[in-house]
């Protein structure tokens, strides 16, 4: 998502200052692990795109644009003009240079008719499909943004903030978004997240094969569903057949992910299944027992997701090249946990008391993916954070909402620990399972 946008805003800043019709080459560069996990990770397929001007929610993924280019050797910048343009030369892995600011840095170069650059550009995916200029890094997110009634930079304030207001985290987001946009877009944004989620779990259920790369592995995502529905109709039980199916949900949208379909980035492309799994357990077995609709609980879980990811984004990270994937599963696991509490009922105490055991249990989690696909272990830790989630959510529900350890010092403890882990832990796929698994 992020080189996608990238690519994109470059486009768009060629053409706000008359540069396009002058363009007649493109040259790429990724560096850091935008270049080591590159190619695993479909950098260079998303950089196309970008380039073409698609945004990836209207993206018809019937139609195959990278083969598109790659056999014309032509690219139509945002859909306006036509260059010159093959892959394998124009776009770089700079495996070797790590940008200071950042570990998933590009630059974008736009050359005129006598090979001289008009216009060239730095940007940096942060996580979460989030980009920053180089001039832009090191800025913190509240000076640019619009203000809201509810302005909180730490959980402390937010829990202060609804004991004051004596609302809810959902209510306090839902005030925020309504003075952003009109209330009806807001309600009708999260239901469009719900119904990608959703469709993401019912594609992934349903497709069979193998998946894209060298390590041609299997989705298990049809074959489990077909094993549980066999237990359903032999009538046979099972106590923990539930966390059977959280697994399956989960599977099924990081098998999507790693395929290259529709996914919501929650709060990545690599944590993408924990949540959609989380919000299909409440739908399934926790609305029962919830005091809100199923329309209103969903609501509910999100908006509280939301707001403990921007505690997340604002106090440390959520990109598996800076901290780990304590900063996308781990992060993924405490939003869910938390959205799960609140949907539940749960009280803002017990509900970052989920938040805070869901990462607490995911600190110093590695990002060491096989080959630098998102399969190995990405997959499968999609779904232990799943069920990790609905644990914590558990234990906090069954406490009274006391805690020890807040939320904000695990943050911060989870930011410290991904600074200091080793950069081959780091989404390089130079250490750990990547290097001991599997020689690719």
């Known amino acids: 998502m992020g080189p996608m946008r990238a690519a994109a805003q470059f486009v768009a800043e060629l053409a706000e200052r008359g540069l396009t ?44 644009y990278i083969s598109k280019v790659s056999s014309s050797g032509q690219l139509t910048l945002g859909g306006q003009h ?14 070797d240079i790590t940008l200071p600011e950042h570990p998933n840095g590009m630059q974008l170069q736009a050359l005129g008719e006598d090979g001289g650059v008009l216009y060239s550009e730095v940007y940096f995916s942060i996580g979460g499909g989030a980009v920053r200029r180089r001039s832009e890094m090191g800025l913190q997110p509240t000076a640019t943004r619009r203000p809201v009634p509810y302005e909180f ?10 004991r ?3 609302i809810t985290i959902a209510g306090a987001v ?51 569903y077909s094993r549980l529905e066999k237990l359903f109709h032999d009538n046979r039980t099972d106590a923990l057949t539930i966390i059977d199916w959280i697994n399956l949900w989960a599977f099924a949208v990081a098998e999507e992910n790693a ?56 106090n440390a990270s959520i990109s598996g090249a800076e901290v780990g994937c304590q ?10 946990a938390a959205g799960l509490a609140a949907a539940m009922g ?15 249990h995911n600190l110093g989690l590695t990002c060491d993916p096989i080959c630098g696909l998102v399969q190995v272990p990405c997959i499968e830790r999609n779904a232990i954070g799943a069920v990790k989630a609905v644990n914590a959510t558990r234990l906090a529900l069954r406490g009274n909402g006391s805690h020890y350890v807040s939320l904000d010092s695990v943050i911060a403890t989870m930011y410290e620990t991904g600074r200091n882990l080793h950069p081959d832990y780091k989404e390089t796929a130079l250490a750990g399972l990547a290097t001991n698994a599997l020689t690719c």
């Open 21 to 64: 019709g002058q363009t007649r080459e493109v040259r790429v560069e990724l560096y850091g692990s935008l270049a080591l996990t590159g190619e695993g990770h479909g950098t260079p397929g998303a950089v196309i795109y970008g380039l073409l001007g698609l945004e990836a929610e209207s993206l018809s993924l019937a139609i195959d």
């Open 174 to 224: 839902r005030r925020n978004e309504g003075s952003l946009r009109p209330m009806q877009m807001v309600t009708h944004r999260i239901r469009t997240l719900c119904n990608t989620m959703s469709a993401a779990i019912d594609r992934g259920i349903a497709t069979h094969g193998t998946l894209p790369g060298i390590l041609r592995l299997t989705r298990r995502a049809p074959i489990i």
């Open 346 to 360: 749960g009280t803002n105490e017990q509900i970052e008391n989920a938040a805070e055991i869901a990462m607490e």
């Open 259 to 314: 395929a290259g379909g529709r996914v919501v980035t929650a709060p990545t492309m690599g944590s993408a299944g924990v949540l959609p799994a989380v919000l299909r357990y409440y739908e399934r077995y926790g609305h029962k027992e919830s005091p809100f609709s199923f329309e209103t609980g969903r609501e509910v879980f999100l908006l509280t997701a939301s707001a403990i990811c921007s505690l997340y984004r604002a």
């Open 82 to 95: 036509t260059i010159d343009f093959r892959p394998e030369r124009h776009i770089s892995l700079r495996k």
């Open 164 to 166: 004051r207001e004596n």
């Open 327 to 336: 900063g996308e599963v781990g992060v993924a696991c405490s939003m869910a």
């Open 153 to 162: 930079r730490s959980c402390a304030e937010l829990m202060e903030l609804c």
